[in-house]
């Protein structure tokens, strides 16, 4: 048994072409902005975060801890332009290799460290103070930074080409309708054009 389904156009000469390709327009926004502008946004989220965890694991490997003693005076903690303290000091640190050999090197040192303090230092290949890589919640931050920003930014641009699509056909049906008023208008008023 087959079961025909028959759409019935309903002929009503108060509904115009353009009314029309605007009920079909407003479809086409609601989908794409419910369904591709999310799925943009993951697909870059996802592209974000394999990204972000190879950039993490390739600095994770290139560099390395160390347990480092401040051997320099901290500089006196001065408020900056908007009174807020500065979060950390390039100092002198000393620390010891596993050969035994002691190294000395400049790093930053979080705001409050006193000389003989212990801290954590990151070091490059080439013996370099250089930041921490970024942990899970780095990674985590990107991903969801390049995602909705451009789940956003593909819906804003669905909006703006609605927009833009509104103002068009509004233009189109008020010349449209000037059209047939001054055809149909004399009949009506009884006024010859």
Not at 16 to 36: G, I, M, N, Q, S
Not at 127 to 137: E, F, S
Request: aromatic share 6%; proline share 6%.
């Amino acid at each position: 048994m087959r079961i025909r389904v028959r759409r019935r156009r309903r002929k009503n000469p108060l509904r115009r072409r353009c009314d029309v390709v605007e009920a079909w327009t407003v479809l086409a926004v609601a989908v794409l902005l419910l369904v591709a502008a999310p799925l943009a946004g993951a697909l870059v989220g996802r592209w974000a975060y394999d990204d972000a965890r190879a950039v993490a694991a390739e600095q994770r490997a290139g560099r390395h801890l160390v347990r480092a003693q401040v051997v320099s005076r901290p500089p006196e903690t001065l408020p900056t332009a908007e009174g807020v303290r500065e979060e950390a000091y390039r100092v002198t640190v000393r620390w010891t290799e596993p050969g035994g050999v002691v190294r000395t090197a400049p790093a930053r040192v979080p705001s409050g460290t006193e000389r003989g303090d212990t801290v954590g230092v990151w070091f490059d290949a080439r013996g370099r103070a250089v930041p921490a890589p970024p942990d899970g919640a780095a990674v985590w931050q990107d991903t969801l930074t390049a995602g909705l920003g451009t789940a956003g930014g593909a819906g804003a641009a669905v909006l703006l080409g609605y927009a833009v699509f509104r103002r068009v056909t509004r233009r189109r049906r008020l010349d449209e309708w000037g059209r047939e008023w001054a055809r149909t208008g004399p009949e009506w008023s009884g006024r010859r054009a």
